[in-house]
């Protein structure tokens, strides 16, 4: 997209969808699949897209994880993009595991000031 000084910036658009794959495909048909699914979006969001020179895109696959079954709690546990499916997108596995380790610093504290023991307290945590 170019904007009115002249300087230009990339769009990224992420598109999800069950057994839907996002195709490497050449720069001028990249904008078609994003396109079709946003048939219903208000129209300045679409002109975003429709803005958006070719051959400033991007694509890259991304793929999801099955949901796991959970475990027994044990003594070691998993926090942030380690635990969470995340996509590689604006720091969200960071995030997460900024939420996550205050999380698990509140559990801790119930078991350092003897309200939890330590297995509890992850359980509390993990679930």
């Known amino acids: 997209m170019v904007s009115n000084d002249g300087s230009s910036s990339s769009v990224a658009v992420l598109v999800y969808g069950r057994n839907d794959r996002f195709?490497?495909?050449a720069?001028?048909?990249i904008l078609a699949r994003p396109l079709s699914?946003?048939?219903d979006w208000h129209p300045t969001l679409r002109g975003l897209i429709e803005a958006t020179p070719a051959e400033t895109i991007n694509a890259f696959e991304v793929k999801s994880a099955e949901r796991v079954a959970p475990w027994?709690?044990?003594k070691v546990t998993l926090l942030g993009d380690a635990l969470h499916n995340m996509t590689p997108y604006r720091g969200m596995g960071a995030n997460m595991a900024l939420l996550d380790a205050d999380s698990l610093r509140i559990a801790l504290l119930k078991?350092?000031?003897g309200?939890?023991?330590?297995i509890s307290a992850l359980h509390s945590y993990e679930y």
């Not at 309200?115 to 330590?118: F, M, N, Q, V, Y």
């Open 37 to 39: 699914l946003t048939t």
């Open 72 to 74: 027994p709690t044990g």
């Open 27 to 29: 720069c001028a048909f």
């Open 23 to 25: 195709q490497f495909l």
């Open 115 to 118: 309200e939890s023991d330590l």
């Open 111 to 113: 078991v350092h000031r």
